[in-house]
């Protein structure tokens, strides 16, 4: 890629074609290439590497590393989208052609870790955007992270769409030997044309089951994100069966099953893709998200009631989806809770966007 021959010149052209990028925070360049047409790179210097997940969340961790923001994986229904309106760029196309690079979230989370107060926690990556997406070929961020997380001795969380995992599966090896390395591949459409239609900007269907394969070759018992399940496109019985199928013969050992959600930001942008290309199913989703984020919980309910004797005949671990309504209202509960007691860490949550 001739990434240094496509930096754009902000003064020559008049100005950036969105004012919002000139208060990126340690904005370094912009760059595109044809190799990833119509999306533009922002490089910036990170304050931060580490962030805390506030403590309301039902998820099952409580730090993380993003390296990028904004996914060219272009994912229609990601629910990551309302986070680049902290940016001053919109949840849609900004989402998936403007995005954020991190260029010394390496050598930043280096520092962080080597602080006294780090308590060794899990760290997870891929929680709000993908570190596996395209670009990660070119910028190299991830073996950095892995070391820097192995060598402090901080257990590693991994949850993907990209297939460059495989490039790192030896590193991952290595660091497995040091702190426990947990892999998942994110693989919610097993119809190619509806995967693409989804998903433009992810690797194939095959090719994340190939890697799959190639993580528990290497070892590792990976686990199968089957998410989001799509009301109508994706949650038949035999598209299901045939998923799992899928999924068990891969080699994972765990599948993360639940109903698409839709919150804020991804939700304008799902809906509409769904009365461009589903308007049979407009008034459907309609109904189960136009007030709502979540599914009616009648319909996750049945969701898991034929899910789950299909694990069984597959021999997958059955795990629900984490972020539903239940699990945060227990999550608050426990929030509270913690608020109550003393702190136990001292190291500072990093509020900075970089």
Known sequence: MRWSGQEIDQEAAGGPTNPALLSLSGLVRSVTTPEFRGVTFHEVTAKSALNKVPAASSMPFDWTVNPYRGCSHACVYCFARSSHRYLDLDAGADFDQQVIVKVNVAEVLRTE?????????????????????????????????????????????????GTLLRRDLPQLGRAAEKVPVDLSMSIAVFDDELQKAVEPGTPSTAARLATVRAAADAGFRVTVFLMPIMPWLTD????????????????????????????????????????REHPELAVGYQRFYGNASYAPSGYRK????????LLARHGLDPHEDEDQPEQRRLSAGRAARRAEAPAALDLTPQPALF
């Open 113 to 161: 870790l080597a602080k006294r107060s780090w308590a060794r926690e899990l760290v997870a990556l891929g929680t709000n955007t993908d570190p596996y997406q395209r670009a990660e070929g070119r910028y190299r961020l991830m073996p950095g992270i892995i070391d820097a997380l192995g060598e402090s001795g901080t257990p590693i969380s991994i949850l993907t769409k």
């Open 236 to 275: 038949s019985n035999a598209q299901l069966e045939s998923a799992l199928a899928q999924i068990a013969e891969a080699g994972a050992v765990r599948v993360v099953f639940g109903a698409l959600h839709l919150r804020p930001g991804a939700k304008e942008w799902f809906l509409e893709w769904i009365q």
């Open 302 to 309: 049945d969701l898991a009631r034929r899910v789950r004797p």
